[in-house]
Protein backbone atom coordinates (compact mmCIF):
# COMPACT_ATOMS: atom_id res chain seq x y z
CA UNK A 1 0.00 0.00 0.00
CA UNK A 2 1.18 3.46 -0.62
CA UNK A 3 1.35 6.67 1.82
CA UNK A 4 -1.80 7.65 -0.03
CA UNK A 5 -3.75 4.43 1.14
CA UNK A 6 -4.07 2.76 -2.36
CA UNK A 7 -3.02 -0.43 -3.24
CA UNK A 8 -0.67 -0.23 -5.82
CA UNK A 9 -1.48 -4.50 -6.42
CA UNK A 10 -4.89 -2.78 -7.66
CA UNK A 11 -3.64 -0.64 -10.50
CA UNK A 12 -3.92 -2.82 -14.04
CA UNK A 13 -0.84 -1.87 -15.75
CA UNK A 14 -0.93 -1.88 -19.97
CA UNK A 15 0.55 -4.78 -21.29
CA UNK A 16 3.51 -2.76 -22.37
CA UNK A 17 4.14 -1.42 -19.02
CA UNK A 18 4.25 -5.00 -17.72
CA UNK A 19 6.96 -6.22 -20.22
CA UNK A 20 8.71 -2.66 -19.83
CA UNK A 21 8.96 -3.15 -15.89
CA UNK A 22 9.89 -7.01 -16.42
CA UNK A 23 12.73 -5.83 -18.87
CA UNK A 24 14.01 -3.39 -17.09
CA UNK A 25 14.39 -5.42 -13.71
CA UNK A 26 15.82 -8.10 -15.58
CA UNK A 27 18.20 -5.82 -17.79
CA UNK A 28 19.16 -4.61 -14.19
CA UNK A 29 19.62 -8.08 -12.17
CA UNK A 30 20.60 -10.11 -15.08
CA UNK A 31 17.79 -12.80 -14.43
CA UNK A 32 14.20 -13.49 -14.20
CA UNK A 33 14.21 -14.39 -10.66
CA UNK A 34 13.29 -10.78 -9.24
CA UNK A 35 10.33 -8.51 -9.98
CA UNK A 36 9.65 -4.98 -9.04
CA UNK A 37 7.26 -6.31 -6.45
CA UNK A 38 9.92 -8.83 -4.92
CA UNK A 39 12.47 -5.62 -4.93
CA UNK A 40 10.40 -3.51 -3.21
CA UNK A 41 9.37 -6.26 -0.57
CA UNK A 42 13.18 -7.37 -0.36
CA UNK A 43 14.16 -3.53 0.49
CA UNK A 44 10.72 -2.99 3.12
CA UNK A 45 12.01 -6.06 4.98
CA UNK A 46 15.57 -5.19 5.06
CA UNK A 47 14.15 -1.86 7.02
CA UNK A 48 12.08 -3.58 9.34
CA UNK A 49 15.31 -5.23 10.32
CA UNK A 50 17.06 -2.05 10.61
CA UNK A 51 14.51 -0.79 12.95
CA UNK A 52 14.49 -3.34 15.44
CA UNK A 53 18.46 -3.69 15.14
CA UNK A 54 20.02 -4.81 13.17
CA UNK A 55 22.33 -7.93 14.13
CA UNK A 56 25.00 -8.64 11.55
CA UNK A 57 28.07 -6.81 10.40
CA UNK A 58 28.67 -4.27 8.27
CA UNK A 59 30.01 -5.95 5.72
CA UNK A 60 26.89 -8.09 5.32
CA UNK A 61 24.54 -4.71 5.71
CA UNK A 62 26.32 -3.69 2.72
CA UNK A 63 25.55 -7.00 0.83
CA UNK A 64 22.37 -6.93 2.42
CA UNK A 65 21.89 -3.42 0.41
CA UNK A 66 21.42 -4.86 -3.20
CA UNK A 67 17.65 -4.60 -3.29
CA UNK A 68 18.58 -0.76 -3.04
CA UNK A 69 21.21 -0.63 -5.24
CA UNK A 70 19.29 -2.59 -8.08
CA UNK A 71 15.91 -0.51 -7.77
CA UNK A 72 18.21 2.60 -8.35
CA UNK A 73 19.65 0.97 -11.41
CA UNK A 74 15.87 -0.44 -12.17
CA UNK A 75 13.62 3.04 -11.19
CA UNK A 76 15.01 5.12 -14.33
CA UNK A 77 14.33 2.15 -17.14
CA UNK A 78 10.79 2.19 -15.60
CA UNK A 79 7.75 3.35 -17.52
CA UNK A 80 6.92 6.89 -16.16
CA UNK A 81 3.60 6.22 -15.20
CA UNK A 82 5.01 3.04 -13.15
CA UNK A 83 7.55 5.04 -11.73
CA UNK A 84 5.03 7.95 -10.98
CA UNK A 85 2.96 5.21 -9.17
CA UNK A 86 5.55 3.25 -7.10
CA UNK A 87 7.58 6.45 -6.30
CA UNK A 88 5.53 7.01 -2.93
CA UNK A 89 6.22 3.57 -1.96
CA UNK A 90 9.87 3.87 -2.03
CA UNK A 91 10.04 7.09 -1.01
CA UNK A 92 8.14 5.87 2.58
CA UNK A 93 10.77 3.03 2.52
CA UNK A 94 13.55 5.05 2.40
CA UNK A 95 12.31 7.63 4.17
CA UNK A 96 11.99 4.89 7.55
CA UNK A 97 15.18 4.00 6.34
CA UNK A 98 16.96 7.17 7.01
CA UNK A 99 14.82 7.57 10.60
CA UNK A 100 16.13 3.94 11.24
CA UNK A 101 19.94 5.12 10.50
CA UNK A 102 22.81 8.12 10.80
CA UNK A 103 24.93 9.32 8.18
CA UNK A 104 28.35 8.60 7.90
CA UNK A 105 30.09 11.84 9.10
CA UNK A 106 31.77 13.79 6.49
CA UNK A 107 29.79 11.78 3.52
CA UNK A 108 26.25 13.58 1.92
CA UNK A 109 22.94 12.63 3.49
CA UNK A 110 21.51 13.15 -0.41
CA UNK A 111 23.07 12.06 -4.01
CA UNK A 112 24.21 8.71 -5.80
CA UNK A 113 23.67 5.53 -3.08
CA UNK A 114 22.59 7.35 -0.31
CA UNK A 115 21.73 4.61 1.79
CA UNK A 116 25.86 3.14 1.47
CA UNK A 117 26.64 6.00 3.26
CA UNK A 118 24.23 5.51 6.93
CA UNK A 119 24.74 3.03 9.55
CA UNK A 120 21.34 1.51 11.52
CA UNK A 121 20.82 3.62 14.88
CA UNK A 122 20.43 0.13 16.80
CA UNK A 123 23.12 -2.77 16.53
CA UNK A 124 21.98 -5.99 18.49
CA UNK A 125 25.20 -8.12 19.52
CA UNK A 126 24.79 -11.22 21.51
CA UNK A 127 25.01 -10.98 25.48
CA UNK A 128 28.29 -12.84 25.44
CA UNK A 129 29.90 -10.62 22.96
CA UNK A 130 32.19 -8.07 24.61
CA UNK A 131 31.18 -4.53 24.44
CA UNK A 132 33.13 -1.35 24.66
CA UNK A 133 32.14 2.31 23.83
CA UNK A 134 33.45 1.76 20.35
CA UNK A 135 32.05 -0.62 17.54
CA UNK A 136 30.75 -3.72 18.21
CA UNK A 137 32.47 -6.97 16.55
CA UNK A 138 31.89 -6.87 12.76
CA UNK A 139 31.75 -3.03 12.86
CA UNK A 140 35.44 -2.20 13.97
CA UNK A 141 36.18 -1.90 10.61
CA UNK A 142 34.07 1.71 9.99
CA UNK A 143 36.54 3.87 9.25
CA UNK A 144 35.23 6.19 11.68
CA UNK A 145 34.43 6.39 15.35
CA UNK A 146 30.96 4.76 16.54
CA UNK A 147 28.55 7.85 16.72
CA UNK A 148 26.89 7.86 20.32
CA UNK A 149 23.80 7.83 18.11
CA UNK A 150 24.45 4.26 17.28
CA UNK A 151 22.83 2.29 20.19
CA UNK A 152 24.76 -1.34 20.78
CA UNK A 153 22.10 -3.43 22.55
CA UNK A 154 22.40 -7.36 23.58
CA UNK A 155 20.45 -9.79 22.72
CA UNK A 156 19.92 -13.62 24.19
Do not use: K
Not at 99 to 119: C, H, I, L, N, S
Amino acid sequence: MDRAGRHTDDIVWSAEEYDAVGAAVAGVTGTGAHSLNSLLAQWSALVDDVEEGYSWCAPELSHDLWCRDTLAGVWPLLPSRVRALRQPELDCIDERYRRATVPWPGRPEEGAQWWTWRVPRRLEVEASERRDPGWPLGWETMPFPRPASVEVVAWN
